[in-house]
């Protein structure tokens, strides 16, 4: 009776620099009815997210790569529809890490699932946004890996994205001078709207030297913390606008990830030692331990109103290439998601 | 009765690139006798340090810019010779900053002078080096700010310099295996007499690629801890070769510091994410509030022959620019020092 089948999304290629679609293929399964233990699952949304593109190339890495012709993986919530599990009902809503594809049958364990709270208020897309991974990254970047302090005039890169409009918000919350940075008038507006002080627009800044005018024209003073969502010439000159003893929190390098080639770092990396810099990388889950604070200061800030967030999204399974190509080309206003059912 | 004349260096010219001995001129003063609250002080050694590269070029550091046709400034130690200031007496050896001169008359305050602890059974000489500056440089960097943790491996560039060499030894007291990098095969045997377990020469490496591969030799698990006194290749080969949650100690890029123009960063910061790496730079300054640990843990390291130092000497106040050039030439083994009487 529930047997249903499900398209999904593998490599049928790794992409070599920017991703195209002929890198991926479609395929059709049968989602069986679940044996003890597990559950049968219909997804609702799933996330495309820009550190994905990592795990496509084959190396070694914080997560295992991508194997072409295996459906990939990543953010899903979906409501399941079949359970052999004593824990898991029929309508339960669960989030688990088989996105890329209409539904799955597994071991909740297998697929790191686990049920959505159920007295949030927040729309179950949130879940793979602001409430999810990417706010967790926003969450903890800022205020653990960056050490944000009161007062400070912080610089925040790809700042209309999912991560860096929340990096945004609760920097203001906590009483920041904000700095975004984000490509086009419309990004720009949206990053200022969510309360930063200033957004730069690198695509009308034109290249490095109109970028480092820019930031410095938003800060002249410089620079206390930076977070980084971009790389590239957004680090150099946050380097070169930084204050003694400022914080880096490096949370991506997207403008990065295509790269086929190594590419030239900062050159100004001589200057971390007279402003005494702290530059810290950080993976979220490294700090899966502020969960629960996450989640009250979210739902207080959301419930509030102080904490606003943006999704852009996509319709069916079929465009999950198209939104995460998207990223690269900035398509994206807040969270990324394509919509499933 | 007691006046005398000092020789002294001042700036000519600020160096571009390399410094010259054009750039340097030597100038004669007469240093007169102490008025009130002022003491009269021969130096018996000064110090060349890579950090007063900085202060040649004319801008906005940490510290001023040397002047030019102004005597420049450095550690140096001395015998009061006359006194006007009652806690000091004829005799007395005092550390200042009043070096790259013979002697001066100032206020104690005006040149940072203080007198030097009498029961260390240390000679002079080493509160310029081991004792001094250069010594908490190292103990600070490789405790506190790297965060060393027994059982580390640690990578350290110039190994066998004033700091390097204090950090290869305190990292050995600390239960480390620790990788130095220095510049021909003397100083590589000194390093491993020091206790290093490898020692790479960059020098025979050759190239980036040879010095990753010796590193890699060295290190085939990666390092946890890396110590930058050089920057460029070696800092790019750090990053390459470390493990997951790394520390960088930044504590000077020697081989930048004749820079004409900008030089490309490493090459590989994208690692800094997946990694999460830890990359701090500091000055010695900072960590002023260690002293009193430094020379307690210092005393009973050197006493109980567990840390060794080496000096490089040179003769006379003619011999200070050509000091400090050979530092930027790998001249010395150890600290550099010019001895004045």
Not at 130 to 135: E, K, L, T, V
Not at 300 to 327: C, D, H, Q, R
């Amino acid at each position: 009776m529930s047997v249903f089948t499900s398209r999904g999304w593998a490599l049928a290629s790794r992409p070599v620099g920017e991703p195209k679609a002929s890198d991926f293929g479609i395929h059709t399964e049968e989602v069986p009815e679940p044996g003890n233990g597990e559950i049968q699952v219909r997804n609702h949304w799933m996330s495309v997210d820009p550190y994905m593109r990592g795990r496509m190339y084959d190396r070694e890495s914080y997560v295992p790569p991508f194997q072409i012709g295996e459906i990939l993986q990543g953010g899903a919530v979906g409501e399941v529809t079949a359970s052999g599990h004593p824990d898991y009902a029929v309508g339960d809503l669960v989030q688990s890490m088989a996105g890329w594809r209409e539904g799955f049958t597994a071991a909740p364990e297998a697929v790191m699932a686990q049920k959505l709270p159920s007295d949030t208020g927040l729309p179950t897309s949130a879940f793979l946004g602001i409430a999810g991974m990417p706010g967790l990254t926003a969450y903890a970047g800022i205020l653990r890996v960056a050490e944000l302090k009161e007062g400070d005039t912080v610089f925040v890169s790809g700042a209309a994205g999912a991560v860096g409009s929340a990096v945004v918000q609760i920097a203001k919350i906590k009483g920041c001078t904000v700095i975004g940075s984000a490509g086009g008038e419309e990004k720009v507006a949206l990053v200022k709207s969510l309360g930063a002080d200033e957004c730069i627009d690198y695509r009308a800044a034109g290249d490095y030297d109109g970028l480092l005018a820019a930031l410095r024209a938003a800060a002249p003073k410089g620079i206390d913390v930076y977070f980084d969502n971009v790389g590239g010439d957004h680090f150099q000159a946050a380097i070169e606008m930084a204050r003694p003893f400022a914080r880096m929190a490096i949370c991506g390098m997207i403008s990065q990830y295509n790269d086929t080639e190594p590419r030239p770092g900062p050159n100004n990396v001589i200057q971390i030692v007279g402003k005494q810099l702290q530059i810290r990388g950080f993976i979220v889950s490294t700090h899966a331990d502020m969960q629960a604070d996450f989640i009250n200061d979210m739902s207080e800030w959301i419930g509030s109103g102080k904490l606003k967030f943006e999704e852009t999204v996509m319709e069916g399974i079929e465009e999950a290439p198209n939104a995460f190509m998207g990223l690269f080309q900035g398509a994206n206003t807040g969270k990324m998601l394509v919509k499933l059912s």
